[in-house]
Nanobody, 129 residues
Framework: QLQLEQSGGGLVEPGGSLRLSCAAS?????????????IGWFRQAPGKEREGITC????????QVADSVKDRFTTARDNAKNTVYLQMNTLKAEDTGTYYC?????????????????WGQGTQVTVSS
């Protein structure tokens, strides 16, 4: 099964930036690559449900961003490294939470956790002065 290894995160002041990484490995197919997967990013604040924030379809035809992070968060893929990134700018206290990357072999983008089959381990982001 596809493995997702996250890195990045930490403590940042309001208005600051962070970049999270999510490296994919153990592709089910011997010639599998990140291009075979639709990638989503989610976050979960204490006491709240997991929120889908971005989705980038494997076909490249669909890109979704939640209103809560629009114009502040962007994603990027480095297919040579089988890694996706979540760039977070102008961070706010309400962005605090555990962030997860997720992957599905489906083509569509649906910002809902059950839609995704593989998950990273999560990484903590704390925005505080």
């Amino acid at each position: 099964q596809l493995q997702l290894e996250q890195s990045g995160g930490g403590l940042v002041e309001p208005g600051g930036s962070l970049r999270l990484s999510c490296a994919a490995s153990d592709f089910p197919r011997f010639d599998g690559t990140l291009d075979d997967y639709t990638i989503g990013w989610f976050r979960q604040a204490p006491g709240k449900e997991r929120e889908g924030i971005t989705c980038d379809s494997k076909s490249g035809s669909t890109y979704q961003v939640a209103d809560s992070v629009k114009d502040r968060f962007t994603t990027a893929r480095d297919n040579a490294k089988n890694t996706v990134y979540l760039q977070m700018n102008t961070l706010k206290a309400e962005d605090t939470g555990t962030y997860y990357c997720a992957a599905t072999s489906r083509t569509l983008c649906i910002l809902s956790a059950p839609f995704f089959e593989s998950w990273g381990q999560g990484t903590q982001v704390t925005v505080s002065s």
